[in-house]
């Protein structure tokens, strides 16, 4: 659940080269996108209807606040989305529709419900996994997500326990380890968009009448308020949040595309709020989540290295020599089983780590494109 300071702001301008081919969307593209200029105010889609498959949206954000894009389906279940859209910056989203109704939604200062509009999809088309490459690469991340959700309920189980039982040393030890399993599929969680505040908010992101509530809530007792006598109801809601979340990724079928954009939006999370250190700022037990976002980012590009490999063997090759240079970098801060607390980090080492993100982070956006077949 990210929320932009300045200082992620910032690292969001280094990443402006980073997936934004379209740097003067503002109306009907030339390549057969959907030109989506986005204000402080407004969300102009240049199209409010499209034929089924693969639909492109080329998102200009110019106003002056950070936005985000997203493609939502009836019940608000998020097809797709780009987030973190700093002021002058363009991204694009590639997403796989079927024939339906859908609502566009901008949302300038990354808050609310969002600026929305109607989108109709007509006709019919092959969906990509009849691909069967990219159909395998479904399957396979399916079982990633699979076992990934059955260790984050388990550990969380495990945490909330703790917490109940007053035994604030335990849950400490066991806050960061629950999260690495969140944080690994984070992207397939959020596309059940109500649960991801409740389970990861933070307190300075909450909307009118929303309750701070989550990881983040428990992690404020543990470690600023030093109190966790009255945390059992936060944690036992915290507990019921995450089952929907695994029940409903567990039964979601996903697109390629997902896959894609996924690998994505995990290092974007990275270089929003780990390498700021705003994520888990009581604790400073970021770097655990620094290395569950690029393990799932690993995961979702590794799931479709077959049909990468056979689109793009050059570009697969750029991946995993920078997906290594990530790991040998952070390698360096482990301690033990885990990491090195943020706080103990110079500025040195995070601007080597946040510049091997962003050197990963300019392949990997080229991914969706080429999933897509564009």
């Known amino acids: 659940m990210r929320r932009l300071t300045a200082a992620s702001a910032a690292t969001l301008l280094l990443l402006a080269g980073c997936g934004s081919s379209t740097d003067d969307a503002g109306g009907a593209a030339g390549d057969g996108s959907i030109a989506v200029a986005a204000s402080d105010t407004t969300c102009d889609v240049a199209k409010a209807e499209s034929a089924a498959g693969t639909v492109t949206f080329a998102i200009a954000n110019k106003g002056n606040k950070v936005t985000e894009f997203y493609v ?5 279940r998020v097809m797709g989305e780009v987030e973190n859209i700093a002021p002058g910056l363009s991204r694009e989203l ?17 808050v609310g419900k969002g600026i929305r509009n109607g989108f109709t999809v007509t006709g019919s088309s092959a969906p990509l996994t009849e691909d069967a490459k990219l159909a395998q690469a479904t399957k396979d991340y399916q079982r990633y997500v699979k076992s990934q959700t059955a260790a984050l309920i388990e550990k969380t189980t495990e945490f909330v326990t703790a917490v109940k039982a007053g035994d604030a040393a335990k849950a400490k ?51 600023q308020t030093k109190d966790i006598s009255k945390s ?15 029940d409903q990724a567990n039964s979601a079928a996903l697109s390629p595309l997902q896959l894609a954009n996924g690998a994505k939006e995990l290092l974007d999370e990275v270089a929003t709020g780990k390498i700021t250190g705003e994520e888990d700022r009581y604790s400073h037990t970021d770097l655990w989540d620094f290395a569950a976002n690029v393990e799932g980012s690993q995961a979702a590009i590794a799931a479709l290295r077959p049909a990468l490999e056979e689109k793009d063997p050059a570009l697969v090759k750029t991946l995993d020599e920078k997906f290594a240079a990530v790991e040998a970098s952070l390698e360096k801060h482990r301690a033990g089983d885990g990491w090195k607390l943020h706080n103990q980090l110079t500025e040195a080492d995070l601007k080597v780590l946040s510049d091997h993100i962003n050197a990963l982070a300019e392949p990997i956006s080229k991914v969706a494109a080429l999933v897509a077949g564009k």
């Open 72 to 76: 939502y389906a009836p019940g608000d």
């Open 94 to 110: 590639h997403v796989e529709l079927a024939a339906g109704t859908y609502e566009t939604a901008c949302k300038p200062g990354m």
């Open 173 to 223: 030890a066991l806050f960061p380890v629950s999260r690495t399993y969140w944080e690994r599929i984070e992207p397939v969680a959020e596309i059940f968009g109500d649960l991801d505040p409740a389970i990861d908010g933070r307190e300075d992101g909450l909307e009118p009448g929303q309750d701070f509530t989550g990881y983040h809530r428990i992690e404020k007792d543990l470690w």
């Open 232 to 246: 059992g109801p936060i944690a036992d809601k915290l507990l019921v949040d995450v089952q929907k979340i695994v």
